[in-house]
């Protein structure tokens, strides 16, 4: 109640750290109707049973639509468009004998901001994730349609690079 959470909120503790100074920390992703809310973490901070202390982001007065129009299979389409690889992981042999030769991507609805949009609970929407990984050109990122629309609301890089030309003292 302290919180001001909607009642159509949840959260549901994902990661337990304990420190040395007998501390636990648990880390708590938010659910709208059962639905995850990407980018949301509450921390609770106890010691001895006793809550001391809670940090974090969550979203109050949501407005989106909680019911996807667009079938899982017509939104997966949407994302291999944007993707618009020549060959996908799945598609390698080897990947098919290690996980089956029907496997495709999988999306989970979760609720997201549209990429560049006020970060308010009003803008959240209804979106399929899908982690898509890509052989040619290699690529792998995970890609939010929305659920009623189909637009790309947006993509989470998951291969990270960096190239960058410096110096640095060595022991050689």
Not at 31 to 59: A, F, L, Q, R, W
Not at 76 to 98: G, H, P, S
Request: aromatic letters at 10%.
């Amino acid at each position: 109640y302290a919180l001001n959470v909607p009642n159509s909120s949840t959260f549901k503790p994902y990661r337990v750290e304990k420190d040395k100074l007998g501390y636990t920390h648990i880390r708590h992703k938010q659910y709208i109707n059962g639905i995850p809310v990407e980018g949301t973490m509450v921390i609770s901070h106890s010691k001895e049973g006793h809550v001391t202390m809670v940090n974090g982001d969550y979203y109050q007065n949501f407005s989106a639509n909680l019911s996807a129009s667009l079938t899982e299979q017509n939104a997966l389409q949407n994302a291999l468009k944007k993707v618009n690889a020549q060959k996908y992981m799945w598609q390698d042999e080897a990947m098919q004998k290690l996980r089956g030769h029907n496997y495709t991507p999988k999306g989970e609805l979760v609720m997201v901001h549209k990429k560049d949009a006020d970060y308010s609970a009003t803008n959240m929407r209804l979106a399929y994730k899908f982690n898509i990984y890509a052989e040619v050109p290699l690529y792998r990122a995970n890609v939010f349609v929305d659920a009623n629309t189909g637009e790309i609301l947006d993509e989470q890089n998951l291969i990270c690079t960096a190239d960058v030309v410096g110096s640095a003292v060595t022991k050689y």
